[in-house]
């Protein structure tokens, strides 16, 4: 009877529960405010932009004439106070939790922007970060703002929309979408939104060639194909994404599971490849943004959380860098990757991370010094090579920085840089590539600069605790010297050398120095197999902040830092000279001591315009950049000869290949021909073998990738 009864009353409820309960716009609505109200309330940061606003709705500090691209609008500043206000008044933690007086503030703050409609020169400002202030402040109180100054700010916020200039392919056009998603939401229009979002699902997407993330997951911005992964490919494209993969998930709006793990893919494989152990900035692939000063911290957790939220593909990696970025672990992971349609080679063990940065014909070599910062960076993508043990070897040395000693390049050293308008250019030579199999790789650079009159031919081979950097073939016609320099980085310990077979602690100064077998600073080795003049700078520094951007409102207060620079002077108007030499990362004094007389097992086999190769005895790999068709012998019994340019890596076990990979970065072949020592009876899908028993040899016949991933190695196991 009792049962019979409730039965109605229950049904009653469940009706009422569904009839009551928000819609997934809605939801989607309250993720976002609730996101946007996370930030912790400063009472007295709110009582301080208070105080500094005006009767008429303006801020004392904010220089609201200046609209030029190099101001850095600081007008953003009068929008970012009011959301930070309208938090504030809606966080029940603050002091000023529903205060009328400060609804007030807001109102005259927002009355003074719509009424002036601040416009700055550069068009990112009035489409992306005014409307991303001005719609987040109607989310969080549009509906309690009179009506009139709400119908104001609509065309403001409204010039973030799909054909706005900056919505173009690229990281802005995700973020212009999200903006749009928001006021839809805020205007409580469903149509409109659920086109937006099925919009910004489509944009997780290769595009190879055109703007976006290509097929080796790094990222073009631009047409000029500079790599801008960490840039707009990471902090907009692909966290831009993943905020509005999490805001739609579980609702009739939630993104495709293969967007999310396509966009897994591109974190893992990508952008976190890109970082110092997944943890950190990567010196290496900032573009003008190097010369802006940055807090160092680990990056966040948050994008992760978001994701794992939505899928466990790959899990166990995800979770993985985010212990990284807690703390709670330490680095393990050891890869070789090349970013083969930006020319970037990223080399990764557990205690160390270095890349090599180029450009060819087929991209330019740095970013436009777009609206100020950048102005020195000319050099930055010539043969670049940073090395990191923990990451913040680098940071914030660049007002003190000599910009034509870079760490890695060889320069010729003019009375100043070029003006900044003169930084991006073209490549001027195809052979510009790497071989790797993902563990280990070799990089080769054809190198012809593109602002001065000089070329070499420079290569770097990466084994398990060393790489052997070579350089040959430098000549250059200006009768002005030209450096190699190994590297230059902050001052972190004692600096000692191995001279005259006589080791020694320097005391800080300039100077050069004859005769030296190896160098040791912070940890880090470097190694001469032959006894060699070497320079090396171990003293303060100093310069400015302002000298090296064209940025307003810039510190020129003098920065002095301590720098460790060490570099090999190749005279005036070299012809065919050459350099050779060893970096052994995560070493002591001590051990450098005992291990550098044998050279760490390392064997130059040639070191010239023709061919450059390196074998490791102790790992033994071969590794070699043909210039041109040529033959290298290995061993006594172990000949390779390549009938083309190309690059090949070799895994031997007693005079035998175990593993063969293959490499073309010219990018003009299709197959590459190669004949090795020995007889081989195998065959795959992508290389047909020959043995000829007579000779004693095997000629294979390799396949090369094409299309989107010419440039690409090819792994052959034996």
């Known amino acids: 009877m009792i049962a019979r009864l409730l039965l109605p009353l229950l049904c009653f409820l469940v009706y009422s529960t569904h009839a009551t309960a928000p819609d ?8 976002v405010v609730d996101e946007l109200l996370k930030s912790e309330i400063d009472n007295a940061r709110v009582a301080e932009i208070v105080q500094a606003m005006n009767e008429d709705g303006s801020f004392e500090g904010i220089d609201y004439e200046d609209l030029s691209r190099t101001a850095g609008f600081p007008q953003r500043h009068h929008t970012s106070n009011l959301v930070y206000l309208a938090k504030t008044y809606q966080s029940e933690s603050s002091d000023y939790y529903q ?17 002036n409609d601040f416009f700055g020169d550069n068009w990112h400002n009035n489409q992306i970060s005014t409307p991303t202030n001005l719609v987040n402040l109607m989310l969080l109180i549009g ?75 790094s990222f073009h911005h631009r047409h000029d194909r500079v790599n801008n992964t960490i840039s707009y490919g990471y902090g907009k494209y692909a966290n831009a994404f993943g905020e509005w993969s999490y805001y739609v998930a579980g609702t009739k709006y939630a993104f ?12 893992l494989d990508g952008i976190y490849k890109q970082m110092v152990y997944g943890i950190y900035t990567d010196v290496s692939v900032k573009n003008r943004s190097i010369t802006i000063q940055y807090d160092f911290k680990p990056a966040s957790t ?21 212990k990284l970025r807690k703390g709670e672990a330490q680095p393990s992971q050891s890869f070789s990757k090349f970013f083969w349609q930006t020319e970037h080679f990223v080399f990764q063990r557990p205690n160390f991370y270095t890349t090599v940065r180029m450009y060819s014909t087929r991209n330019q070599n740095m970013e436009v010094p777009y609206n100020g910062p950048g102005k020195p960076t000319h050099h930055r993508a010539d043969g670049t090579n940073y090395l990191m043990l923990k990451g913040d070897e680098y940071h914030d040395i660049w007002p003190v920085y000599d910009w034509q000693k870079i760490s890695g390049t060889t320069i010729m050293q003019k009375p100043k840089l070029y003006g900044s308008e003169d930084i991006q250019k073209e490549g001027l030579r195809d052979f510009v590539g790497a071989v790797t199999d993902g563990l280990y790789g070799a990089v080769a650079f ?16 990466f084994f398990d605790e060393e790489y052997v950097c070579l350089g040959t073939a430098i000549n250059s016609s200006p009768d002005l010297p030209v450096a190699t320099t190994i590297n230059q980085v902050l001052l972190r310990s004692d600096v000692t050398v191995l001279q005259e077979g006589e080791s020694q602690q320097l005391p800080q100064g300039n100077r050069v120095l004859d005769n030296v077998k190896w160098v040791h600073q912070d940890k880090i080795g470097y190694i001469f197999l032959e006894r060699t003049s070497v320079h090396l700078s171990n003293q303060v520094e100093q310069g400015r902040w302002s000298d090296i951007t064209d940025q307003k409102n810039i510190s020129e207060e003098i920065v002095s830092k301590e720098v460790f620079t060490l570099w090999l002077d190749h005279g005036n108007e070299p012809e065919n000279e050459s350099y050779s030499y060893i970096v052994v990362p995560d070493v002591e004094v001590e051990e450098l001591e005992r291990s550098s007389d044998a050279n760490r097992d390392i064997e130059i086999i040639a070191n010239t315009g023709k061919l450059q190769a390196v074998k490791s005895n102790k790992l033994n790999i071969c590794q070699a950049a043909f210039y041109q068709a040529g033959e290298i012998e290995v061993t006594d019994d172990l000949k390779v000869s390549l009938e083309s340019q190309g690059m090949v890596m070799l895994k031997i076990q007693e005079d035998h290949i175990s593993q063969l990979t293959v490499a073309d970065p010219s990018r003009k072949l299709t197959k590459a021909l190669l004949t090795i020592s020995g007889t ?32 690409r190695s090819v792994t052959i196991d034996l």
Not at 302 to 322: A, G, P
């Open 24 to 31: 997934d716009f809605e939801i989607i609505k309250s993720r």
């Open 99 to 115: 205060d009328k007086s400060l609804k007030k503030t807001i109102n005259r703050g927002l009355k003074y922007w719509v009424d």
């Open 143 to 217: 509906d309690e703002l009179p009506q009139h100054l709400v119908d104001k700010a609509q065309p403001i916020i409204g010039r973030a929309h799909m054909n706005a200039s900056g919505a173009r392919p690229s990281g802005d056009r995700i973020v212009i979408a999200g903006i749009l998603a928001k006021n839809l939401l805020f205007l409580g229009e469903k149509e409109r939104f659920d086109e937006i979002i099925r919009l910004i699902e489509g944009e997780v997407k290769f595009s190879t060639g055109s703007r976006g993330m290509q097929h080796d997951y």
């Open 256 to 267: 495709a599971q293969e967007k999310i793990n396509h966009l897994v893919d591109y974190y």
């Open 302 to 322: 948050l994008e992760i959380e978001r994701l794992l939220l939505s899928t466990d593909y790959r899990q166990e990696e995800l979770e993985e860098i985010m």
């Open 446 to 461: 054809d190198f012809k600069s593109t602002h001065d009159m000089m070329e070499a031919k420079k290569s770097w081979f």
């Open 680 to 711: 081989y009876e195998t065959q795959g899908d992508n290389f047909i073998a020959y043995p000829d028993p007579d000779q004693n040899t095997t000629t294979f016949i390799v396949d090369l990738p094409q299309g989107v991933y010419v440039g």
